[in-house]
């Protein structure tokens, strides 16, 4: 499988982020069971690999897990969401660019809800529920796809995922 070492500062880990087409992107993530010290240990992973990329969010999927959790920044305060699920709040839809760490440099326009409703576990099995509006509900969406095991040009036309492909693999040649 390929991946990506994000840049970390000198003597810190390296957190890898696989890359498309790696097969645990498109497997479909199990609910975590285990609400202990290897579930700390993941949601760490997930916030180094984050911080390191200066992604926005990054789901297990993306670092070789496949357990249904992810983590997400918004306002300076990085989120965690362990077996969440989404409501879409409302018909209004946003169509924008988005792109993701595990395909670099790729960005297609993608439409999403407006607003949507997550209802998810914390670290310590505790239930929560969280409204977002715009470019954050855009980004639960983007991770609940990869808990999903669906990338960004799973959402595009037909034509468009051959000119996105046909562009990644000639980067990825390069």
């Known amino acids: 499988m390929t991946t990506v070492e994000a840049a970390t500062p000198i003597g810190a880990a390296r957190w890898p982020v696989y890359l498309w087409p790696a097969e645990c992107l ?21 916030r180094g690999a984050q911080a390191s990329t200066r992604g926005l969010g ?12 992810f983590i997400w920044r918004w306002d300076d ?12 709040l409302g018909t209004e839809t946003v169509i924008a660019d988005e792109g993701c760490l595990s395909m670099p440099g790729v960005f297609v326009q993608i439409e999403r809800p ?12 505790k239930r929560f529920s969280h409204t977002a509006e715009g470019t954050e509900a855009r980004i639960l969406c983007h991770e609940m796809d990869h808990l999903e095991g669906r990338m960004i040009i799973d959402r595009v036309s037909r034509q468009r995922r051959r000119d996105v492909l046909r562009h990644w693999e000639k980067r990825r040649v390069a």
């Open 26 to 46: 498109s497997t479909v993530a199990k609910p975590i069971v285990a609400f202990d010290a290897g579930l700390e240990g993941l949601v760490e992973w997930l």
């Open 58 to 69: 990054v789901a297990a999927p993306q670092v070789g897990i496949p357990g249904s959790v």
């Open 77 to 88: 305060e990085v989120r965690v969401a362990v077996n969440p699920t989404i409501e879409v």
């Open 114 to 125: 407006a607003k949507v409703r997550l209802r998810a576990r914390d670290v310590l099995n």
